[in-house]
């Protein structure tokens, strides 16, 4: 009989009376079921597998002895398709260090040999490369003309597995000053092999909507995550990890929430301007119940959603969807818009290629993602921002509904900042409140620098330069100079177009 007219009950009393059969064959349902994770269960879909595919389990000095007295064939729809293994743990916890060209990882192999092929070496022997970046860079104890020619590195610190210095005799010379990056050097090492322990990363796993009664606290990292449910997080390395997506949602939420840490309090960096601007935002992203319902006599108006324009983005424009969903769960009544501009906003993104062909009713060519959620929506501009500024595509901008987030945007940068001075003066013009992040200090007050020398005083500060309480606590390395360390999102500040206040003149 046909098992498609088959009861499940005879098919269950069938393959009772086939496991005698199935366990000479050393397929157990008890090594199924655990190397699948599925319940013992026979599969009621008909699947034949062909005879000519059969592997047999024996060894080959049973091979003869075993087609003799081969077993008769199961019945359609009661074969078990064969598992795939489990990912192999390529990396345990204790066994994380390894020196970047002994990686059993291919992929650290790799940067190792683009780090020998671009770095050059640190020790004050040799002459410059380029121009220094900061006081602290290591090209500032060079000499530009005295001095031995540029070496590429070479050497790998056995403390921490990097290839820092062209020699070991240039590592011992100056072992002083590579001792203040050594430690956050290995621990770059550890953090990157375990993104590649074939672990699982309980870590990556974020909640959904909590009830709004529930306040989540934003005073730390570790504030926000229990009060927002995260999974306990017991270890600094996989709290590093969650940071590292994490710190693009949470650091606009931060500002822009009304339990923001950044108030106008001693302390909280935020201005008086700063906290106009951001009232009018945090108006928006908090309301008042209406009383709308699911019926007829519940409708109300529903305003437009909050717009946060990301300029110049890369890394975040690639982040999994489920990390900027965190956006609509600490503000639920309000629907988003992010919109990743900028023309390297599809990078990590290969396998979204080709872009959409630009047409009249798509003339930049956006990549819009309006499935994600009710609430979200997320569009892409492979294109500059004072391109579609000057078109008036995203024409009129409203204080309440729009925002401007600059990651790491380098504007003070001698290789960007050129990409800026056209797109700066249209920012400010818009009169909406502009967050900006910086990599380090140093970078975040060249930044800050370079506007105010660019602009005049046509800024208004909103939220003085400091440490984002919600920096990424991940440190990355940079390959073109291995003494380069920094982390995502380390300073925060903002700004804007200055506002003229209207005055009456006394007769």
């Known amino acids: 009989m046909p098992p498609s007219h088959t009861c499940q009950r005879c098919l269950l009393s069938l393959s009772n009376g086939l496991r005698p059969q199935l366990r000479t064959s050393r397929i157990s349902l008890r090594a199924i079921a655990s190397a699948s994770g599925q319940p013992t269960r026979p599969s009621t879909a008909p699947q034949p597998l062909p005879a000519k595919r059969r592997v047999s389990t024996t060894s080959k000095k049973d ?3 075993a087609s003799e007295t081969a077993l008769p064939r199961t019945p359609p729809g009661l074969e078990f398709r064969k598992p795939e293994p489990k990912q192999r743990v390529l990396l345990e916890p204790n066994n994380l260090f390894h020196p ?7 992929e650290i192999r790799q940067r190792a040999a683009f780090q020998k092929q671009h770095a050059y070496c640190p020790h004050p022997d040799h002459r410059q490369t380029r121009q220094p970046m900061n006081p602290d860079d290591a090209e500032a104890k060079k000499s530009p003309t005295a001095g031995s020619a ?3 590195v070479r050497f790998e610190c056995p403390d921490c597995g990097v290839p820092v210095y062209c020699s070991e005799e240039h590592w011992a010379d100056d072992y002083e000053s590579h001792l203040e990056v050594c430690d956050t050097l290995r621990q770059i090492n550890e953090d990157d092999h375990d993104l590649y322990s074939g672990r699982r990363f309980n870590e990556f796993e974020y909640p959904g909507p909590q009830m709004e009664e529930a306040l989540v606290n934003m005073t730390n990292w570790d504030t926000f995550l229990y009060s927002r449910e995260f999974a306990a997080i017991n270890n600094d390395r996989p709290l590093r990890q969650a940071t590292r997506l994490l710190t693009y949602p949470v650091t606009v939420a931060s500002v822009l929430h009304e339990l923001s840490p950044y108030n106008i309090r ?3 960096r935020l201005t008086t301007e700063g906290l106009k601007s951001l009232s009018a935002l945090r108006y928006t992203l908090h309301p008042p119940r209406t009383g709308g319902g699911a019926d007829v006599k519940g409708l109300r108006l ?5 717009r946060i324009f ?7 424009s690639s982040l999994p969807r489920l990390v900027w969903a965190q956006l609509n769960y600490l503000f639920p009544r309000v629907k988003f818009h992010i919109i990743f501009i900028g023309p390297e906003s599809m990078a ?3 396998d979204e290629f080709p872009l959409p062909p630009r047409t009249p009713s798509n003339p930049f060519g956006a990549i819009v993602e309006d499935r994600i959620s009710p609430e979200l929506k997320i569009s892409t501009f492979v294109e500059y921002y004072h391109t579609m500024h000057k078109a008036g595509h995203f024409y009129p901008y409203d204080p309440y509904f729009d ?3 600059l990651f790491h945007p380098g504007l003070g940068h001698p290789a960007s900042s050129h990409e800026w001075e056209e797109t700066l003066p249209l920012l400010l013009e818009t009169k909406v409140p502009i967050l900006a992040t910086g990599y380090t200090e140093w970078d975040m007050q060249r930044d800050l620098k370079w506007v105010e020398e660019k602009m005049g005083g046509e800024v208004d500060l909103l939220l003085e330069p400091g440490e984002n309480k919600f920096r990424s606590l991940r440190w990355d390395l940079n390959d073109l100079d291995p003494q380069d360390v920094s982390c995502g999102n380390w300073g925060l500040w903002a700004f804007r177009g200055k506002r003229y206040e209207t005055t009456r003149k006394e007769e």
Not at 100 to 106: D, H, I, K, L, Q
Not at 302 to 306: D, K
Not at 310 to 316: F, H, N, T, Y
Request: with cysteine; glycine share 8%.
């Open 63 to 65: 091979q003869s002895t």
């Open 100 to 106: 970047f060209s002994n990686s059993p990882v291919p």
């Open 150 to 152: 540029p070496a590429h």
């Open 266 to 268: 001693k302390g909280g």
């Open 302 to 306: 529903n305003p437009p959603a909050v």
């Open 310 to 316: 990301i300029v110049g983005a890369r890394a975040e």
């Open 348 to 350: 990590n993104r290969d």
């Open 403 to 405: 925002c401007f987030m």
